[in-house]
């Protein structure tokens, strides 16, 4: 698990495929890893990835091709920037939210306006996820935990301040760029717990039976 509160900048050092699918090398920059341990976690863009080479100054993790179509990792070059999180450990501030670093899908920013010093951010999202984003909720993109500012049917908004931007990779994205996207894991769980009895979920049969209506 982790908590959305960016680490450090990363670079990508290289992309080699073996055997399909891609080990990726990431030069991690001011992220410390002397706590970091071989089979550890570490979150690259949002995407829990577990390292299998340490040195000095980076990690590698392998990536499978599932990982690769189904979030920016795949379009990954040498020298881009990635945003760094290593694993909560049980002792350490939740911050952010709790984040799983497993990528629902692909969002992509439609707009970046100025408000004051800080930024307004609009993205699209698939419709399948936008059911998801609740006015005030959580998302985590690129394993930025943000909040919800507004709903507007497949696309929301978020608002960024300064020292966001500044150190993550939001400083270096674009209109019509890529972002992967996290769902809050929370608003899952409830959508599978309230679909899981007979009914398939609240309707007004289930709020009489219950006492709410």
Known sequence: MFTGIIQAVGRVRGLERRGGDV???IDTGALDLSDVQLGDSIAVAGCCLTAVALDDGGFAADVSNESLSLTTLGRLKRGDPVNLEKALRLADRLGGHLVSGHV???GKVVSVTADARSQRWTFEVPKDLARYIAHKGSITIDG????VNEVDDVRFGVNLI???VEHTTFAQRRVGDAVNLEVDVVARYVERLLGAGQGGGIDADFLNKHGFA
């Open 23 to 25: 080990r990726l090398s």
């Open 162 to 164: 300064p020292h966001t």
């Open 104 to 106: 629902d899908g692909l």
């Open 144 to 147: 930025t935990s943000l909040t």
